[in-house]
């Protein structure tokens, strides 16, 4: 089954020519930090969201995975939430999450839909205003997803303190919960920078998962930090930019030229 936006919401979002300022790619962690746990399982003006709740999650297609019959979720770490870069599985999925938030694209929005691929955002809020929380929002409700947390500015939460980290990832939270409708449950620390204070830090913000990744697409072109091929339940890291529409297209038929589907990821990571 194939998804179409509506043609007035379309032709209403936002093609800007913002330049994408970018995540840079360079986990890391402190050193005694428990690694990265896998889950288990076989203008100007904010806009009023129009539901606050989320559609169904997305229809199995030749793209699309089925949803999982039983998933155990991970538990806390160090009482804290855990930190996933790849979800454990033996069914051939892997995961699209799209970070920022600095451009937005109409036919990025159509290929998604075209697709019915499911998306995981993870927003920076100073880089979403206006009527781009209408574009973002319109992918969230088409395919279930939850818009998560990627802080207020981008900064590297490692060099902050405690207080800093809780101000740049409670304030998001809250941001977002009034311009969605829902409140983000996973963190997505920029850089991929964490430590115990991060973790720390985004419990007492009511986060339920860290979520890094176990594979990237920075331009047109996958790379992968185990082997030179996808892996199940591989979290692919892109970004909101100009040229995401043509690189989108080239990376969904590659993951399905591998015999792959895309998953939704809180299938897999639920709310707590």
């Not at 896998?38 to 995975?65: F, I, K, L």
């Not at 454990?88 to 451009?103: H, Q, W």
């Not at 185990?226 to 038929?253: A, C, M, Q, Y």
């Amino acid at each position: 089954m194939k998804y179409s936006f509506p043609h007035s919401l379309i032709a209403g979002l936002v093609a800007s020519s913002l330049v994408l300022a970018g995540c840079g790619v360079s986990t890391s962690s402190d050193s005694g930090t428990p690694s990265a746990q896998s889950a288990t399982s076989d203008s100007g003006q904010t806009p009023t969201p129009e539901s606050p709740e989320a559609s169904p999650t997305a229809t199995p297609n030749d793209y699309v995975a089925s949803p999982p019959e039983n998933v155990k979720a991970p538990k806390k770490v160090n009482g804290g939430p855990p930190l996933i870069s790849r979800i454990e599985t033996k069914r051939k999925i892997v995961f699209l999450t799209i970070d920022d938030g600095y451009f937005t694209d109409p036919r990025t929005a159509a290929v998604l839909a075209e697709y019915g691929v499911p998306a995981t955002q993870f927003l920076t809020n100073n880089s979403v205003n206006g009527d781009r929380y209408r574009y973002y929002q319109a992918i969230s409700q088409r395919d279930g997803q939850t818009i998560q947390n990627h802080t207020m500015s981008h900064p590297d939460l490692k060099t902050l303190s405690y207080g800093a980290q809780r101000d740049q990832i409670c304030q998001t939270n809250e941001k977002f919960q009034q311009a969605f409708g829902q409140r983000p449950f996973m963190l997505r620390p920029p850089y991929g920078n964490f430590n115990e204070s991060v973790r720390k830090a985004a419990n007492a913000c009511g986060i339920d998962y860290i979520v890094n990744w176990s594979t990237t697409m920075p331009k047109d072109k996958l790379r992968y930090q185990v082997g030179n091929k996808l892996r199940p339940g591989d979290i692919i890291l892109t970004h909101w930019s100009e040229p995401f529409h043509k690189w989108l297209r080239g990376l969904i038929k590659e993951v399905h030229r591998q015999g792959f589907k895309f998953g939704a990821l809180q299938d897999y990571l639920p709310k707590k």
